[in-house]
């Protein structure tokens, strides 16, 4: 018996072992939140491939905070100093704030990539909307990849320690600027009178997205992934026509700005393109807003040459302005369009609704464009990022929260004076696990008669060039 107690305690251990990883992969398996045991973060990443795990810091750096391959038996331990942006962000301002949540960047062995948000223990890589490294049939390419390159039978070929160059080659900026939310531009006196109403409801009901682009040669992928909801206060603007307005100038614009803070972070991953058999940069670009400077409740009447603030209380009041304050309409925005006979009766120019839903969609989201200063900061550091920085803008869900309430409305009314179009964007972005691909509003309208080249795609044909002036890529 004596001889037998060491091999029982062996066994005992074991089996107590074995109940505790189960226990743990169990809590890990968490889909809906994130488990954390003594402060670190508890994750089941399943699936194959590589991956790293990373966390811009308001310092401007950016933390990797774990590496390692898919499919492990046990689950993945990790401390995410959200205490710095928290520190940050909850001051004694009244602003809404939304704490960035971990990314990973990861690349399956079957030749996809992407990133994502991470906002559950339980992490799915094979089913995420990735970027297909081997490219379409259009891009197949022959040929061998560098020595030691990890070749996916496809365009690419990826350096095999593609994650060290990502850890000391990844940064993030913080830009804290007055963006435009909304806007509306008339040419041509292609309208008689114009009569508009728009609302903007932000609050814990609204939740941050990482909108995240990666440039690959001659196309880019935008995709979204859920982040943190907002805290703190809200923004309630109300902005409309005191009655249906003249149009007397040739051209006539309004755009409603806020105030933003908002992070950028961007990294490149080495490749060789064996088409063009060159070493290339695979660029990507993510942007997440943390702050809502503008909060409280504003009511503002349009009187046709001016404006005036009715009701005004808050923080950071909203702006009115005749020029936009953006970087750019996303290049990758498709164009609606509505041709508008000149009947001599009012039209409906363009109606959106948006409100709360249980996921991102079509009906519960906005997409602002990024500020000026973002845009001008990629464009400096390379073409690559310059072109995700024209392809990119801030993404906003309106989820059931509480009892909090978001919404966003932007209803435009016109009495043609000629036969013209109305014209208002929508940004199609992959979301998530769930494979399908959302055309989020941009709701910055045109209303034309197709004389001017400003608009960036022709009214009547709906063809699309891209501009010189980053006011109009």
């Not at 990133?115 to 049939?137: A, F, H, M, P, Q």
């Not at 009655?243 to 933003?260: A, F, H, K, N, Q």
């Not at 009447?301 to 009041?317: I, V």
């Not at 609704?353 to 989201?365: D, M, R």
Request: aromatic share 12%; glycine share 8%.
């Amino acid at each position: 018996m004596v001889r037998k107690q060491p091999l029982l305690v062996v066994l005992l251990l074991i089996l107590l072992g074995g109940t505790t990883v189960g226990a743990l992969n169990y809590t890990a398996g968490n889909e809906d939140s994130v488990t954390r045991i003594l402060g670190y973060d508890v994750y089941k990443i399943e699936g194959s491939g590589n991956y790293i795990i990373y966390y811009p810091l308001p310092n401007g750096s950016v933390k990797v905070l774990k590496k390692g391959k898919a499919g492990s038996f046990f689950p993945t331990f990790v401390k995410v100093p959200r205490h710095e942006w928290i520190k940050e962000l909850s001051t004694d301002e009244k602003a809404l704030y939304a704490p960035p949540t971990p990314l990973i960047l990861y690349i399956t062995k079957d030749g996809k990539l992407g990133v994502k948000s991470i906002t559950s223990s339980r992490i799915k890589l094979e089913s995420e909307k990735t970027l297909n490294l081997k490219g379409d049939y259009q891009v197949q390419a022959k040929g061998s990849c560098p020595r030691g390159w990890i070749d996916f039978g496809g365009r690419y070929c990826l350096n095999p320690q593609w994650d060290l160059y990502f850890d000391s080659r990844a940064k993030a900026k913080t830009f804290d600027e007055w963006v435009s939310v909304m806007g509306l531009k008339i040419e041509n006196w292609a309208t008689e009178k114009v009569d508009f109403d728009w609302h903007l409801v932000l609050s814990k009901s609204t939740y941050s997205y990482w909108t995240v682009g990666i440039d690959v040669g001659p196309f880019t992928v935008l995709s979204v992934s859920k982040g943190h909801h907002f805290e703190g206060w809200a923004l309630d603007v109300y902005y409309k026509t005191n009655g249906p307005v003249p149009i007397y100038s040739r051209t006539w614009e309004r755009y409603l700005s806020i105030r933003v803070e908002y992070i950028v972070a961007h990294a490149k991953v080495p490749a060789y393109d064996k088409l063009t058999k060159r070493y290339v940069d695979i660029g990507i670009v993510q942007t997440y807003p943390i702050k809502i400077h503008s909060t409280g409740d504003y009511n503002i009447k349009e009187l046709g040459e001016g404006w005036r603030f009715e009701k005004s209380a808050g923080q950071n009041p909203p702006k009115i302005t005749k020029t936009p304050n953006i970087w750019s309409i996303s290049r990758e925005a498709e164009w609606k369009r509505k041709w508008i006979g000149n009947t001599g009766n009012w039209e409906e120019a363009v109606f959106i609704k948006q409100l709360q839903a249980n996921s991102l969609s079509s009906k519960s989201s906005l997409s602002i464009p990024i500020g000026y200063a973002a845009g001008n900061y990629l464009t400096g550091i390379s073409p690559t990022l310059g072109k995700l920085a024209s392809a990119l803008s801030l993404t906003f869900g309106f989820h059931k929260y509480m009892n909090a309430v978001s919404i966003a409305v932007y209803d435009v009314d016109i009495k043609p004076r000629k036969n013209c179009y109305s014209m208002y964007s929508v940004l199609g972005v992959n979301v998530g696990t769930e494979r399908i691909k959302v055309n989020v509003p941009v709701v910055f309208s045109i209303i034309t008669d197709g004389g001017s080249s400003s608009p960036p795609c022709n009214p009547r044909t709906g063809v699309c060039v891209e501009s010189t002036s980053p006011r109009e890529r």
